[in-house]
């Protein structure tokens, strides 16, 4: 219940993005599974391999997608209020899941209709967009830098570890403390993908208790800027790579 009123606030139906995220959970950094995540361009990759097999223009099209610019400042507010208005990574035997987008976009529109009609649609627009496309951007980068960095493990499914992808193919991402704060603790996120249910307001303490959680691959705000730019894995080298010029 809290969920789905959350996701009238976030434009985000709440059971649609509840199945994505636990898919995410149980297929991320993996090289054999990757096509199981859909149109998730932001927790996952090609391979160098992949990449330069492909045509000119599917090339052209993975460095458009994968551009800073557009990967994190154009696609995430189209993302959230756009695209989350139609099931469009729902397989046909997720029936809650699509029921849910509708759901949420008839409360929507019952909300917005009703905000609307006391303060002004032109309000409602300037305040609602305005935040979404903030928050979505941030949301977005913060979510994505800390799958897609230089150090990030990647395995095929043979190889592939629980424990592994969630301590080397997840990081932490070590914010200034009012950033931490106000980011709900998100920087701890190979604990969370360790363990999802433990609450944010323990993911630093699980953290500090035990020394192999903090061998996790440490990002700053500096470092994690940079860190935009890798998109694709690199086998021979094992780790993340940028997208090659030619």
Same mark, same amino acid.
């Given at each position: 219940?809290?969920?789905?009123? !959350?996701?009238?606030?976030?434009?985000?139906?709440?059971?649609? +993005?509840?199945?994505?995220?636990?898919?995410?959970?149980?297929?991320?950094? /993996?090289?054999?599974?990757?096509?199981?995540?859909?149109?998730?361009?932001?927790?996952?990759?090609?391979?160098?391999?992949? $990449?330069?097999?492909?045509? &000119?223009?599917?090339?052209?099209?993975?460095?458009?997608?994968?551009?800073?610019?557009?990967?994190?400042?154009?696609?995430?507010?189209?993302?959230?209020?756009?695209?989350?208005?139609?099931?469009?990574?729902?397989?046909?035997?997720?029936?809650?899941?699509?029921?849910?987008? $509708?759901?949420?976009?008839?409360?929507?529109?019952?909300?917005?209709?009703?905000?609307?009609?006391?303060?002004?649609?032109?309000?409602?627009?300037?305040?609602?967009?305005?935040?979404?496309?903030?928050?979505?951007?941030?949301?977005?980068?913060?979510?994505?830098?800390?799958? &897609?960095?230089?150090?990030?493990?990647?395995?095929?499914?043979?190889? +592939?570890?629980?424990?592994?992808?969630?301590?080397?193919?997840?990081? $932490?991402?070590?914010?200034?403390?009012?950033?931490? +704060?106000?980011?709900? /603790?998100?920087?701890?996120?190979?604990?969370?993908?360790? /363990?999802?249910?433990?609450?944010?307001?323990?993911?630093?303490? !699980?953290?500090?208790?035990?020394?192999?959680?903090?061998?996790?691959?440490?990002?700053?705000?500096?470092?994690?800027?940079?860190?935009? &730019? $890798?998109?694709?894995?690199?086998?021979?080298? &094992?780790?993340?790579?940028?997208?090659?010029?030619?």
């Amino acid at each position: 219940m809290i969920g789905s009123l !959350c996701g009238l606030m976030t434009l985000t139906p709440y059971a649609f +993005w509840r199945r994505q995220h636990a898919q995410h959970h149980g297929i991320w950094n /993996n090289l054999d599974r990757r096509k199981a995540s859909g149109l998730d361009i932001y927790s996952s990759c090609l391979t160098t391999a992949e $990449y330069l097999g492909l045509g &000119r223009w599917c090339k052209r099209r993975y460095r458009f997608l994968n551009h800073p610019v557009v990967a994190n400042i154009l696609l995430p507010p189209l993302i959230f209020i756009v695209l989350y208005r139609v099931p469009f990574d729902a397989t046909t035997g997720w029936k809650r899941e699509r029921c849910a987008v $509708y759901l949420t976009d008839l409360a929507l529109i019952a909300l917005i209709g009703g905000l609307g009609l006391v303060v002004g649609y032109g309000r409602v627009a300037a305040v609602q967009l305005s935040t979404m496309t903030v928050a979505s951007i941030i949301g977005v980068w913060l979510f994505t830098i800390q799958h &897609r960095f230089e150090e990030a493990l990647w395995a095929p499914d043979a190889r +592939w570890s629980f424990a592994a992808a969630a301590i080397r193919g997840s990081s $932490y991402l070590r914010l200034p403390r009012v950033l931490q +704060w106000f980011t709900g /603790n998100i920087g701890f996120h190979h604990i969370h993908h360790l /363990n999802p249910r433990v609450p944010n307001y323990r993911l630093e303490e !699980c953290h500090n208790a035990d020394p192999n959680l903090r061998s996790a691959p440490t990002l700053t705000l500096r470092t994690a800027l940079q860190a935009a &730019r $890798y998109t694709l894995w690199d086998a021979d080298l &094992r780790r993340m790579v940028r997208i090659p010029r030619s």
